[in-house]
């Protein structure tokens, strides 16, 4: 797609796509109204100061819009209008042996119970060892600490996905 084609989108189907992108409803409102963009620049700044400008509450719903590092099966089920991103971005755990995926399995249930939103990682390029050890050096931060890092990390992941939509 080129954002020539991304401006010129219905405004059902530009919310639908930018969702792709990121789940936060607020996100894909105040993107939607600052169409049509000049250039992909321009989709990426406004992109992220919309993010960084968005809630708490916005962050932890664009999180929801995510499977779990390593699972595999809600990654092919509820997620399948981005399983093919997400697939890619978590490509590092397909190859990772049962106890590296028991123990993701093991510390992505304590992040959740301890912060309340699923560990949220940019995964790609990254082994299943390496997000083993960024969930478990995350584990024990406070809370306001790390809804930071996760901000942070669903920042670098919207833009990632904005850059595939645009296979910048």
């Known amino acids: 797609m080129t954002l020539t084609v991304l401006n010129q989108l219905p405004l059902p189907e ?8 990121c789940g ?18 321009e989709l990426l ?30 990654l092919q089920q509820r997620f399948a209008d981005t399983a093919q991103w997400a697939a890619g971005e978590q490509a590092g755990v ?21 912060f309340g939103y699923i560990f949220i990682v940019c995964a790609s390029g990254r082994s299943a060892e390496e997000m083993l050890q960024l969930l478990t050096a ?6 306001e600490e790390e809804i930071f890092i996760a901000m942070q990390e669903q920042a670098k992941i919207t833009r990632i996905r904005l850059e595939k939509l645009l296979s910048i």
């Open 94 to 114: 397909s190859q990772a042996h049962t106890g590296i995926l028991q123990a993701l399995a093991a510390g992505n249930q304590a992040y959740l119970q301890k």
């Open 45 to 74: 700044d406004v992109a992220d100061i919309i993010w960084r400008n968005c809630t708490e509450a916005d962050w932890k719903e664009a999180f929801t819009h995510h499977p779990q590092i390593g699972d595999l099966a809600a």
């Open 14 to 21: 530009l919310q639908e796509t930018l969702r792709r992108c």
């Open 138 to 143: 995350r584990l024990p931060h406070n809370p």
């Open 24 to 41: 936060a409803t607020a996100w894909v409102e105040k993107m939607c109204a600052r169409f049509p963009l000049k250039d992909t620049d």
